[in-house]
């Protein structure tokens, strides 16, 4: 069975950073795409960034240039960094995994998902 385990998260001021990691289990982490969802109270769970096998990377408009999802296939994890946050920001982040060897935005197709970390951003 896979699992992932998020971590990282925490309080932080508008344009403060943190890096959230997670872990996976299983062999073969890298024929499968990673990406990194997040989901505010009373919205739905929205895509933030996803990476491939190659470590192409794909990011949603609003994190763009703010954001860097990375891989690290030999400790079988995956990170996001995020810089100059926002109170929008705010979220439950979660680490998924693809059922095949690519990236999407949307939910569906992910069929494993972490226990998710909490972000705070105050203004």
């Known amino acids: 069975q896979v699992q992932l385990v998020e971590s990282g998260g925490g309080s932080v001021q508008a344009g403060g950073s943190l890096r959230l990691s997670c872990v996976a289990s299983?062999?073969?982490?890298?024929?499968?795409?990673m990406g990194w969802f997040r989901q505010a109270p009373g919205k739905e769970r929205e895509f933030v960034a996803g990476?491939?096998?190659?470590?192409?990377?794909y990011y949603a408009d609003s994190v763009q240039g703010r954001f860097t999802i990375s891989r690290d296939n030999a400790k079988s994890a995956i990170y996001l960094q995020m810089n100059s946050l926002k109170p929008e920001d705010t979220a439950v982040y979660y680490c998924?995994?693809?059922?095949?060897?690519?990236?999407?935005?949307?939910?569906?197709?992910?069929?494993?998902w972490g226990q998710g970390t909490q972000v705070t951003v105050s203004s």
């Open positions: 299983g062999r073969r982490f890298s024929d499968y795409g």
């Open positions: 990476i491939n096998w190659r470590g192409s990377t």
């Open positions: 998924a995994r693809h059922a095949k060897p690519l990236i999407q935005a949307s939910t569906s197709g992910y069929e494993y």
